[in-house]
C-alpha cells in the first residue's frame, strides 16, 4: 500500500471527505485526488500536512519502518539493542570493558559507515559504543577528560538518530537527539550545543513541525554569535543554514529557503579549504550544491531543479550518502518534468551509489509507484520494485 492509499484508508476512518481534508490540510484539492489515486507521489510537505489532520504520524502514512525480507534484515535486527543502550544507559548489568581509545576507534568505524551509507556496517557496534562511553563517564572525574567523553557521546547519539531516522524509527530517532543534546551540553564545547540543535531540526523536519523546527534553527544560530568565528563554527553555521532551506521549501516559503541556500553557499566560500571539524553535520561545499537541487523539488519545480543539475558534477570524493540523496532528488525533479525514463534512471544511480539508503527511502517508494501507475511499466522497474520491497 502506497502513501495515497494509506491517506485514503485514513481519511475514510475519520470520516472526512476529500475536499474536507484538502480544506483541513491546505492542500489542493485535485492534487490530493490524484495523490489518493497513485497518479502523483505525495510529498514529505502534503503528507506531513495530511497526517497532522488525520491524527496520525508521518511514519504511519509511509509505512515505515520498512520490514525487509532479506538485504536489511540485519540492520534491522539491531534496533532492540541500540533502543535499549539509549533507553538503559545506565543499566549497570551489562559490562562494557573497552579503553577510551577503543571506543574512539569504534566511532570511526561508525563514521565511516554513515559516509558510505551503508548502514549494517556501523550498528553493530554503536549500542556498546554508547554503553561503554556512559561507563567512563560514570568512574571519570570533572575535567577535560570527562568533556571528551561527553563529546564522543554526543557524537555517538547523533549517528544513533541518524541510523534511526533512514530506517524509520522515528521514536528512537527522536530519543536519540535528547539525548546527544543531554550529552552536548556537558561536552565543554559551546559549538557542540548547537550541533546537537541542528539534529534536532531534523526531527521537526520529517515531522512536519515546519515553524517548530526553523524556530529551532534560528535559536541555534543567534547562538553562534557570541562565538569566534573559527572554521569549526562557520561549517555548523552552514549547516544550520542547510537544513533551514529545506525546512522553508516545506513551508513553501521560496524567498527564505533560498536565502539560506546563499547563506550557506557563502559560508562554503569562506571556509574553502581550511580543515575544520563539522560535528557530524557533514558541511562540505558540494552538500551546498546538492541542496540547491532539494530546495526547488520540495516545492514540486522539476524545472528549476534540472536547470541547476546542468552546472553540478558531483566529484568522485562526495560520500555516497550525499551522492544517493543527489540522485534520487534528481528522480523526483525529472518525474515531475514528465521525464519517466530518466526519473528511472536516477533512481538506478542511487542504488548503485547508496543501496541501503535507496531502497528505505519514502520517496523512492513513491516514485516506484508513480512510475508504474503512469506506464513505466518494465522488467527492470518490476525488478527494482522487488529489490525495494515495493508492490507495484
Not at 496520525?56 to 525487509?68: A, E, K, R, T
Not at 549494517?120 to 577535560?144: C, F, K, N, W, Y
Request: proline share 4%.
Amino acid at each position: 500500500m502506497g502513501v495515497g492509499a494509506r491517506i485514503s484508508r485514513a481519511r475514510r476512518f475519520t470520516r472526512l471527505t476529500q475536499r474536507q481534508l484538502a480544506e483541513k490540510s491546505n492542500v489542493s484539492l485535485s492534487l490530493l485526488r490524484k495523490v489518493e489515486q497513485g497518479d502523483r507521489p505525495a510529498t514529505p510537505a502534503l503528507t506531513a500536512a495530511v497526517a497532522r489532520v488525520l491524527g496520525v504520524s508521518v511514519g504511519d502514512l509511509n509505512g515505515q519502518p520498512y520490514m525487509p525480507e532479506s538485504d536489511d534484515s540485519a540492520a534491522h535486527a539491531t534496533i532492540p539493542e541500540l533502543r535499549r543502550a539509549i533507553v538503559a544507559y545506565d543499566d549497570e548489568s551489562v559490562a562494557v570493558l573497552v579503553t577510551f581509545a577503543d571506543l574512539e576507534n569504534a566511532l570511526d568505524r561508525v563514521r565511516e559507515g554513515m559516509r558510505r551509507a551503508r548502514y549494517s556496517d556501523m550498528t553493530a557496534e554503536l549500542p556498546d559504543v554508547i554503553r561503554g562511553l556512559h561507563q567512563l563517564a560514570d568512574t571519570e572525574s570533572a575535567g577535560r577528560h570527562l568533556e571528551e567523553i561527553h563529546s564522543a557521546l554526543a557524537y555517538a547519539y547523533s549517528k544513533a538518530m541518524l541510523f534511526a531516522y533512514q530506517y524509520g524509527y522515528l521514536d528512537l530517532a527522536g530519543l536519540a537527539a535528547e539525548r546527544c543534546g543531554w550529552a552536548a551540553d556537558r561536552s565543554g564545547d559551546p559549538i557542540w550545543p548547537i550541533a546537537a540543535e541542528y539534529n534536532r531540526a531534523l526531527i521537526h523536519l520529517y515531522s512536519g513541525a515546519y515553524v517548530g523546527g526553523l524556530r529551532t534553527i534560528d535559536r541555534a544560530y543567534a547562538a553562534t554569535k557570541s562565538l569566534p568565528k573559527t572554521p569549526d563554527l562557520m561549517a555548523v553555521r552552514g549547516a544550520l543554514h542547510l537544513r533551514g532551506s529545506i525546512l522553508s521549501a516545506r513551508s513553501l516559503d521560496h524567498d527564505a529557503a533560498e536565502s539560506h541556500l546563499q547563506e550557506a553557499r557563502t559560508i562554503a566560500e569562506t571556509v574553502g579549504n581550511s580543515r575544520y571539524n563539522n560535528y557530524g553535520t557533514g558541511f562540505r561545499p558540494s552538500n551546498v550544491d546538492i541542496h540547491s537541487i532539494a530546495v526547488p523539488v520540495e516545492m514540486s519545480d522539476g524545472t528549476t531543479a534540472l536547470s541547476r543539475a546542468e552546472h553540478i558534477r558531483l566529484a568522485p570524493s562526495v560520500a555516497p550518502s550525499r551522492a544517493g540523496h543527489y540522485y534520487i532528488d534528481l528522480s523526483r525533479a525529472w518525474l515531475l518534468h514528465g521525464n519517466k525514463n530518466r526519473s528511472f534512471h536516477e533512481l538506478e544511480k542511487a542504488r548503485a551509489v547508496a543501496p541501503e539508503m535507496t531502497r528505505n527511502h519514502p520517496q523512492v517508494h513513491e516514485t516506484l509507484r508513480a512510475l508504474a501507475r503512469t506506464g513505466r511499466g518494465t522488467d527492470q522497474l518490476a525488478r527494482f520494485a522487488k529489490w525495494a520491497n515495493v508492490k507495484i
